[in-house]
């Protein structure tokens, strides 16, 4: 029985998720240094207009309209002694809270936003186990309508109006979790294997399907779903001549 408590508190520790106003009340937590310091990041960058993004505005435009509704919610996960499948469940676990998660009052749903932190993990094993976790995750997350981003200091990919510009980069290793909206097209749409562009193409299409407000991205995703599809007919045929 106590073994069982034991787990369940080890439980319930994992599934914290705190708001920037509870961070700045709380007090004595061993996390609370990893919490103000992806804060201090969110609202020093994510927020804020960066001389290298190639567009007017903040980082990330969702971002202050979060802050400004304490929409945003962080959790730090200790990852020492998992393996690869035990971290992808308690992801998973997040993203179940996402998507089940009552709106607080003044609170718009495209405005909430999960930040998992990730202290344990290392620099050189970033891109191992974050990028991974993320590329293994993210179909099921587009197919129930959210996007997962991974961050961290050796993100090497490319702002979509400057490609010298690294916006995914973050002081600790993190995955980001939040709703998708019409302008995450570019990030479906640019997988090379064409059975996963259309896996998510499709996906967009459904989630949009009768709330598309920009008919070009509509437009745009149809081509794109076309042209993917085109192109595993021509693997396929390549395959059968041979």
């Known amino acids: 029985m106590d073994s069982e408590l034991n787990n369940y508190s080890i439980f319930l520790k994992l599934m914290q ?5 509870e961070i700045q009340q709380l007090q004595q937590d061993q996390d609370l240094p990893y919490l103000l310091e992806i804060l201090e990041w969110v609202k020093s960058f994510l927020a804020r207009p960066h001389h290298n993004l ?18 945003i919610r962080l959790a ?12 992808e469940e308690i992801v998973r676990s997040y993203q179940d809270i996402f998507v089940n998660m009552e709106l607080k009052e003044q609170e718009l749903a495209i405005n909430r936003a999960f930040l998992l932190i990730f202290p344990d993990v290392q620099i ?15 179909p099921l997350f587009v197919e129930s309508g959210l996007m997962i981003g991974e961050f961290h ?8 109006h400057n490609p010298n510009f690294r916006p995914l980069r973050s002081p600790i290793p993190l995955l980001a979790i939040r709703f998708m909206v019409e302008a995450d097209l570019p990030f479906l749409e640019s997988p090379a294997d064409p059975h996963l562009r259309i896996r ?8 949009f399907s009768h709330t598309f407000t920009d008919e ?19 693997e396929n045929l390549v395959h059968y001549r041979v």
């Open 17 to 21: 998720l705190y708001t920037p106003l």
């Open 54 to 71: 190639g567009r007017p505005g903040v980082v990330c435009p969702f971002v202050p309209h979060s802050l400004r509704s304490n929409s």
């Open 76 to 87: 730090v996960i200790r990852t020492k002694d998992l393996y690869p499948s035990q971290l």
């Open 124 to 138: 050189e094993d970033a891109c191992q186990v974050i990028d991974s976790t993320q590329q293994k995750l993210k």
């Open 153 to 160: 200091k050796r993100n090497e990919s490319p702002g979509l």
């Open 200 to 207: 998510y193409l499709e996906a967009y299409l459904k989630h």
């Open 216 to 234: 070009t991205k509509f437009q745009n995703a149809q081509k794109a779903l076309a042209l993917a599809k085109k192109e595993i007919e021509r």
